[in-house]
C-alpha cells in the first residue's frame, strides 16, 4: 500500500478539522467524526502468478493500514474477522498497558468475531500494527499506523508509505519444523559459534558471512519465496506517480518477519530525516539500512526532468531485492530484475550508521537511577535464542521504579544479529561498541527498536513510564516464537 499526500490534501483536511472546532460544543459532540474502524481479516495476493492467502488489516476504504491527522486521538475499533484469536500491538505507540496488544498482558487476545476499542492520544511519526502472535505476523497480519505531525502540513512534499515484508508458501509451522534441519530445507543451518571464514563468499550461498574476529556471522534463517514491497514483487512492481522537480517523504516500514533490508535510492541522493518515528539530524546518502520492526523517514528531491527512479529493498548479505518506481506523468519505467548483480553486505557489520545518527531533540540530561546488562545468546542448532540465557518460559523480570532513568547494555554475544524491541517506551542510544572499538558514548537516534550485531553491544537509556509490565523481545520472528522474550516490570 502506497498513500501520496500533498500539501493541498493536508490544508484541506486541516480546514474541515478547523471548521468541525468551531462548532459550538453541542454540535461537535452530534457531528464528531466517528471512530476509525479496522479488520483483522484473511485476503489474497496474487504472488508470483500464484495465489497467496494472507493476513491484513483492513481500514473502513478497503485498503490497509491507518492515517491519523495531527491532534487526532488513536480512537480504533479493532475487529477480529479471522476465524482464530489474535492481537494486535500498536508499534511505536505508548498506549495505556492494557492497550498495548500483547495477548494476556493484561487483556486476552479477541476471539473470532469479537470486537474491541482502543483510545488514546498517539505520538506523530512513522510507525505501524501488527499481530503479537508471531506466526501471524509471518503471515502479513501488519499494516502502516502513520500519524501526521504539524510540520508535516507546512512542507511541501508528496509522501509515500512503503511496507516490506517477506513471505513463503511455506506454512510457520513447518519453517520452524525445519528450521536447524541443514541448508535449503526452508532455513540454513550454519552452525553455531563457528569459526572458519565463509567459503565461496562472492559466488554462491551467502547466508552467513565471515568477520568478527574470523568468526562467521548467521545472516539469515530463512529463504523467503518472496520478498514484498507494498504487496507486490519486483516482477510487477507499484508505480508511484511524482511531479517533477517535487519533493518526496518515503515513510517505509521493515515488517518483515526475519529480513533485514538496505534501502537503495539509486540514481537521487536521500536524507534520512527520522528513525522509529523520531526526528534525526538529517543523514545524506544513497544506501540505508535497517531490521525488522524499524522505520526509516527519506526525503528525496527529484530532478526537473521526466524520469523514472526505483527505490530499492536489498536483503542483507543475498542479492533479492524489492521495491517501488517513483516515475513522472511523462516517465519511461524499464523493467528492473529481482536478483542484483551481487550480495548486498552484512547491515551495520561495524557499526558505523548506528554510530552517525544523532536524536535531533535528545533526552534531557539526569542521573541514572538503575543500569543493567542484558545478555543476548543463542545457536543456530539447536535452534534456541534466549535473553540472560533464558527463554519466555523461564525468564526473570528486568525490575525499575517508575520516573527513574534507566540504562540497559544488550550485549549480543551470538552470531546472529537482534533487533530489540521495547513496549511502552522511547529509549535513545546512547552507548556502541563491538570487538576492536570497544564502548564509546554517543548521542544516538530516539528509537523503539534498536539492531544489535553480532558481537557487540548497544546501550539505550530512557525514562520508565506507567507502573507495569511492558514486553522486551527480539523482532526476528523465529527468535520470539523460540522465546527471546522478556519483561520490564516498573513498578509504582
Request: glycine share 10%; proline share 6%.
Amino acid at each position: 500500500m502506497t498513500t501520496r499526500y500533498t500539501r493541498r490534501q493536508f490544508m484541506a483536511t486541516s480546514a474541515a478539522s478547523m471548521a468541525a472546532l468551531s462548532l459550538p460544543a453541542v454540535l461537535r459532540a452530534q457531528t464528531a467524526v466517528p471512530q476509525h474502524k479496522l479488520r483483522a481479516a484473511s485476503r489474497v495476493l496474487d504472488i508470483g502468478g500464484r495465489a497467496a492467502n494472507v493476513f491484513g488489516l483492513e481500514n473502513a476504504r478497503g485498503g490497509q493500514g491507518l492515517i491519523l491527522d495531527p491532534g487526532e486521538r488513536f480512537s480504533v475499533r479493532l475487529e477480529n474477522a479471522l476465524d482464530i484469536k489474535t492481537m494486535i500491538h500498536w508499534h511505536g505507540q505508548i498506549p495505556p498497558n492494557d492497550q498495548d496488544g500483547v495477548p494476556d498482558a493484561p487483556m486476552p487476545a479477541l476471539r473470532p468475531g469479537e470486537a474491541r476499542d482502543y483510545d488514546f492520544a498517539p505520538l506523530a511519526g512513522t510507525h505501524w500494527m501488527h499481530s503479537h502472535m508471531p506466526v501471524q505476523e509471518m503471515q502479513l497480519l501488519a499494516a502502516p499506523l502513520i500519524v501526521r505531525s504539524d510540520e508535516d502540513l507546512a512542507e511541501d512534499r508528496q509522501e509515500v508509505v512503503l511496507i516490506l515484508q517477506d513471505f513463503s508458501f511455506t506454512s510457520p509451522d513447518e519453517l520452524m519444523a525445519n528450521i536447524d534441519h541443514g541448508p535449503r530445507h526452508g532455513a540454513m543451518d550454519h552452525g553455531a559459534m563457528g569459526g572458519g571464514m565463509m567459503s565461496g563468499m562472492m559466488g554462491g550461498d551467502h547466508g552467513g558471512m565471515a568477520g568478527m574476529n574470523g568468526m562467521e556471522m548467521d545472516l539469515n534463517d530463512i529463504d523467503f519465496d518472496a520478498y514484498l514491497a507494498n504487496d507486490r514483487t519486483l516482477a510487477d512492481p507499484e508505480i508511484v506517480r511524482v511531479e517533477r522537480g517535487g519533493r518526496v517523504k518515503l515513510r517505509i516500514i521493515n515488517a518483515a518477519s526475519a529480513t533485514v533490508f538496505w534501502i537503495d535510492t539509486g540514481g537521487i541522493e536521500g536524507r534520512l530525516v527520522a528513525v522509529d518515528g523520531h526526528a534525526v539530524e538529517p543523514l545524506s546518502g544513497r544506501r540505508f539500512g535497517f531490521a525488522m520492526g524499524q522505520r526509516l523517514d527519506i526525503e528525496l528531491d527529484l530532478p526537473a526532468a521526466e524520469g523514472a527512479w526505483p527505490i530499492l529493498a536489498l536483503r542483507e548479505g543475498e542479492r533479492e531485492r524489492t521495491g517501488i518506481i517513483l516515475a513522472t506523468p511523462a516517465g519511461q519505467v524499464s523493467k528492473v530484475v529481482e536478483l542484483g548483480d551481487e550480495a548486498a553486505p552484512a547491515f551495520d557489520y561495524d557499526l558505523a550508521q548506528e554510530a552517525s545518527l544523532q536524536a535531533a531533540d535528545a533526552m534531557p540530561q539526569r542521573a541514572t537511577a538503575h543500569s543493567e546488562m542484558v545478555m543476548l545468546g543463542g545457536t543456530m542448532s539447536p535452534y534456541r535464542w534466549t535473553i540472560n540465557d533464558r527463554t519466555w518460559g523461564e525468564h526473570v523480570p528486568i525490575q525499575v521504579r517508575s520516573g527513574g532513568r534507566v540504562e540497559l547494555m544488550f550485549h549480543n554475544m551470538s552470531m546472529m544479529a537482534h533487533p530489540m524491541h521495547l513496549h511502552g517506551h522511547v529509549f535513545q542510544v546512547v552507548g556502541i561498541g563491538g570487538p576492536g572499538i570497544g564502548m564509546r558514548r554517543i548521542n544516538g537516534a530516539m528509537r523503539d527498536t534498536v539492531h544489535i550485531p553480532p558481537m557487540s553491544m548497544v546501550t539505550i537509556a530512557f525514562d520508565t513510564g506507567e507502573a507495569a509490565r511492558w514486553m522486551l523481545h527480539c523482532h526476528h520472528m523465529p527468535h520470539l516464537i523460540t522465546g527471546m522474550m522478556t519483561e520490564l516490570v516498573v513498578s509504582a
